[in-house]
């Protein structure tokens, strides 16, 4: 892979996919990528959540509650 610096606004993610892409890969892998990415961001948003549900001391119950489904 080559050598590749780039300056701002390019985040640091954009930058190493920008190097990956730079080499061209099948679509097929791309679709595959595509789908590791999908399941990181989603494993990230789902440990936040969970984050904030135990911060707030959330459980079903209290969920069932606010719901109003006593």
Request: hydrophobic letters at 40%.
């Amino acid at each position: 892979m080559a050598n590749i610096t780039v300056q701002p606004p390019l985040s640091n993610v954009q930058a190493e996919l920008l190097k990956l892409f730079s080499a061209g890969i099948p679509d097929s892998q791309l679709l595959e990528l595509k789908k590791v990415m999908s399941k990181f961001l989603l494993d990230q948003a789902r440990d936040k959540a969970d984050e904030i549900w135990d911060a707030k001391g959330y459980s079903d119950e209290s969920l069932k509650q606010k719901l109003g489904n006593d």
